[in-house]
Nanobody, 117 residues
Framework: QVQLVESGGGLVQAGGSLRLSCAAS????????MRWYRQAPGKQRELVAG?????????ADSVKGRFTISRDNVKNTLTLYLQMNSLKPEDTAVYCC?????????WGQGTQVTVSS
């Protein structure tokens, strides 16, 4: 089992920045890919960014050049980050992290990001 806890969301003005964190615990040794998703009210959940255990990254076109995904694996801790710059009102959503371990996927509870115009 893997537990994921996000933090770092909040209210920010357009053009501002936020850094989301996702702390993983439990059986983290065999996690391969990790991803950030978001879901805005009335919209489908969308993949924002992903990173593999080797460090390869991918981004949604809507966030390329503005968001940066990274992961930090130190000793027995694993933390996923999402640095969000030049935020826009359309980035407003609940952001959730996801971890893939074999064929199993795990989700955090989400953190709200609200960007005011």
């Amino acid at each position: 089992q893997v537990q994921l806890v996000e933090s770092g969301g909040g209210l920010v003005q357009a053009g501002g920045s936020l850094r989301l964190s996702c702390a993983a615990s439990g059986s983290i040794f065999s996690i391969n890919a990790m991803r950030w998703y978001r879901q805005a009210p009335g919209k489908q959940r969308e993949l924002v960014a992903g990173i593999t255990s080797s460090g390869s990254t991918n981004y949604a076109d809507s966030v390329k050049g503005r968001f940066t995904i990274s992961r930090d694996n130190v000793k027995n801790t694993l933390t996923l980050y999402l640095q969000m710059n030049s935020l826009k009102p359309e980035d407003t959503a609940v952001y959730c992290c996801n971890a893939l371990r074999g064929y199993d996927g795990y989700w955090g509870q989400g953190t709200q990001v609200t960007v005011s115009s």
